[in-house]
């Protein structure tokens, strides 16, 4: 049956101004006699959006963020950003990653110092000192400055990591669980810290969560992986909230429980059967996009077919 609104949606993309990135029909097989992690993963993040992905363990998140990084290789597929193929790590791209990683023999000045010297080697060391404090101030540690990671608490280590992340001023910053670890409390703080500092510098973010809550504080749109092996993005739901929502009152809204229930509703039931539908019909292979959702708008509930599942030459 013709269906006018996916129809349209790829009418639309295929005039849209190129995104910021663009993720095309990307697969990724560990070894080559076991099905893929995931396949024809297609998504497009524009500049200064925040998008979080959620899907069940082991279907292939971080992995993704670790082709978005340049640390893994794709099997399939491409990532353009800002007009150029990701080959490899680079600069442009801040990663946090679960555990902070931060050096523990330097302070937490030198730890920051460290990554902006990498970034602006030409730089003197007042001025890395300088641009360094800026963003040690911005995550509230200034008082901290001269204390090394063991001295710190995990909260704390976490900030470190997000700042050190921001200091060297990337085009994209990757988010793998930054706050997996933390204590609920100590997470609303940073959380809170995060979303102030991403409005502020229109920080363009891709992160991975467990958090339900967490994605909807945080996300413009959030991408859902139906389980592995031959996991997809099966869903791109759109945050139906104003982008000033706040922790302390987002509960509030009606609109909070619809974006809620759909995500919750996609963990518990959809995301297992999308995937045993994908076995049986095969359907993982082909070039079938996600499903774009407003919970809470959408008349019929299903949302429309998203245009970034084209390849990028059709676009
Ligand atoms: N280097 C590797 N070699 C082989 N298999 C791997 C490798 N890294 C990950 N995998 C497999 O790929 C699948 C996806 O792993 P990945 O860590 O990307 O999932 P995830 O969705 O991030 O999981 P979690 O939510 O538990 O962190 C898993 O089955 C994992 O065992």
Same mark, same amino acid.
């Given at each position: 049956m013709r269906n006018k609104g996916r129809? +349209?949606?790829? #009418?639309?993309? #295929? $005039? &849209?101004?190129?995104? $910021? /990135? @663009?993720? +095309?029909?990307?697969? @990724?097989?560990y070894r080559a006699d076991m099905p893929p992690v995931f396949e024809n993963v297609s998504f497009a993040i524009d500049r200064g959006e925040f998008v979080c992905v959620i899907g069940h363990s082991g279907c292939g998140k971080s992995t993704i963020l670790n082709v978005? &990084?340049? /640390?893994? %290789?794709?099997? %399939?597929g491409c990532v353009i950003m800002?007009? @150029?193929?990701?080959?490899?790590?680079?600069?442009d791209r801040g990663v946090v990653f679960q555990s902070h990683a931060l050096l523990p023999w330097l302070t937490v000045a030198d730890n920051i110092a460290f990554a902006v010297r990498s970034r602006h080697p030409d730089w003197t060391r007042v001025q890395i000192g300088a641009h360094g404090a800026r963003f040690i101030a911005m995550v509230g540690l200034s008082a901290a400055a001269n204390k090394k990671p063991f001295e710190l608490s995990g909260g704390m280590k976490q900030r470190v990591g997000i700042a050190r992340a921001f200091s060297v001023e990337p085009k994209m910053l990757l988010l793998d669980e930054p706050f997996g670890a933390l204590d609920a409390l100590t997470r609303g703080v940073i959380q809170d810290e995060l979303l102030r500092i991403c409005a502020a510098s229109r920080q363009t973010v891709f992160m991975i969560t467990h958090d339900v809550d967490e994605a909807i504080l945080l996300a413009d749109r959030i991408l859902l992986m139906s389980n592995g092996p031959h996991a997809r993005i099966a869903e791109i739901v759109v945050n139906t909230m104003p982008r000033n929502r706040a922790r302390a009152t987002m509960h509030h809204d009606p609109q909070f429980y619809r974006i809620r229930n759909h995500l919750v509703d996609f963990l518990v039931r959809r995301s297992k059967t999308i995937q045993q539908e994908n076995a049986a019909a095969n359907v993982g292979s082909e070039r079938t996009g996600p499903l774009i959702v407003r919970p809470g708008v959408d008349e019929d509930g299903f949302g429309t077919l998203d245009g970034s599942a084209l390849p990028i030459a059709a676009q």
């Amino acid at each position: 049956m013709r269906n006018k609104g996916r129809e +349209d949606a790829y #009418a639309v993309s #295929a $005039f &849209a101004n190129r995104p $910021f /990135l @663009k993720v +095309d029909g990307v697969s @990724k097989r560990y070894r080559a006699d076991m099905p893929p992690v995931f396949e024809n993963v297609s998504f497009a993040i524009d500049r200064g959006e925040f998008v979080c992905v959620i899907g069940h363990s082991g279907c292939g998140k971080s992995t993704i963020l670790n082709v978005l &990084a340049g /640390l893994e %290789e794709a099997s %399939e597929g491409c990532v353009i950003m800002d007009e @150029k193929e990701i080959t490899g790590p680079g600069l442009d791209r801040g990663v946090v990653f679960q555990s902070h990683a931060l050096l523990p023999w330097l302070t937490v000045a030198d730890n920051i110092a460290f990554a902006v010297r990498s970034r602006h080697p030409d730089w003197t060391r007042v001025q890395i000192g300088a641009h360094g404090a800026r963003f040690i101030a911005m995550v509230g540690l200034s008082a901290a400055a001269n204390k090394k990671p063991f001295e710190l608490s995990g909260g704390m280590k976490q900030r470190v990591g997000i700042a050190r992340a921001f200091s060297v001023e990337p085009k994209m910053l990757l988010l793998d669980e930054p706050f997996g670890a933390l204590d609920a409390l100590t997470r609303g703080v940073i959380q809170d810290e995060l979303l102030r500092i991403c409005a502020a510098s229109r920080q363009t973010v891709f992160m991975i969560t467990h958090d339900v809550d967490e994605a909807i504080l945080l996300a413009d749109r959030i991408l859902l992986m139906s389980n592995g092996p031959h996991a997809r993005i099966a869903e791109i739901v759109v945050n139906t909230m104003p982008r000033n929502r706040a922790r302390a009152t987002m509960h509030h809204d009606p609109q909070f429980y619809r974006i809620r229930n759909h995500l919750v509703d996609f963990l518990v039931r959809r995301s297992k059967t999308i995937q045993q539908e994908n076995a049986a019909a095969n359907v993982g292979s082909e070039r079938t996009g996600p499903l774009i959702v407003r919970p809470g708008v959408d008349e019929d509930g299903f949302g429309t077919l998203d245009g970034s599942a084209l390849p990028i030459a059709a676009q």
